[in-house]
């Protein structure tokens, strides 16, 4: 059963996470999202991998590159559509789904049964995304909304299958060789798509920096430490906290304004993540909602 500070600590990555929006927009040349994805996980995979200077086994490779198209390379690439082609505040909204997918995906691939009060909690957190971000006039573009369901069930996907596929290794070095797949997966794809990449400057550099370093390297390593200790259902609603940083962050550095319907927001998002660690540390009741089947 992970402890109160296990869960504080994989709370941290999502909080980082969310000050991708400000680095992104304030530090990093725009219309590059492949490039910028690929050069986030890349070097962050090889320094760790120049850190705990371990290859993965010949039977691992393939369950290595799943786990980082999943995590990373799908995840990301789709991540970047969906943002792309819709307001924000429906971007994260439609990945807020990744949480009831965890859900569904824990019980398929995990034969995890499915608490309705786990179903509610993300529920409640997807509404609080709802209402922290979203506006009446928000535009709903097919292909954004499909990308972004599909980078929800890819990092659903890779949450669930992480905590299935535990190699014998620390999880410093499970972190690297995911990072790396994740990242050569997305070298030519950025290469294909992106062609014409500007002359960074020193702050581009710096920016990239951070996302490699600090929200790559770091963060995922946290992550995937919690993937290891907490359930998949109570680790995905952690999640919610990503958009919550970044409302805080634009507010606090961007003098964006913050209204007190996202106060509120907040307060339920909050509520969702709590509701889900204590229904993860529940005894199995007789009582559940379980597929047909």
Known sequence: MPTKSDILLTATAPVIWGSTYIITTEFLPPDIPLTIAALRALPAGLLLLLLVRQLPERDWIVRILVLGALNFAIFW?????????????????VGAVQALAVVFLSRLMLGIPIRILVVFAAVLGMGGVALLLLTPTAALDPVGIAAGIGAAVAMA????????WRPPVPLLTFTAWQLTAGGLLLVPVALVFEPDVPVFTARNWSGMAYLSLIGAAVTYAVWFRGVDRIAPSAISTLGFLSPVS????????????????????????????????????????????????
């Open 77 to 93: 690439a789709l991540l970047f559509v969906s943002a792309y082609r819709l307001p924000g505040g429906v971007a994260a909204t």
């Open 246 to 293: 970044a409302v805080v962050l634009g507010w606090v550095f961007l003098g964006q304004a913050l209204s007190p319907g996202q106060v509120a927001a907040t307060g339920i998002i909050l509520a969702s993540v709590l509701i889900s660690q204590r229904a993860a540390t529940l005894p199995d009741q007789p009582k559940r909602l379980r597929l047909a089947g």
């Open 157 to 164: 996907g890779g949450t669930v299958m992480s905590r299935r």
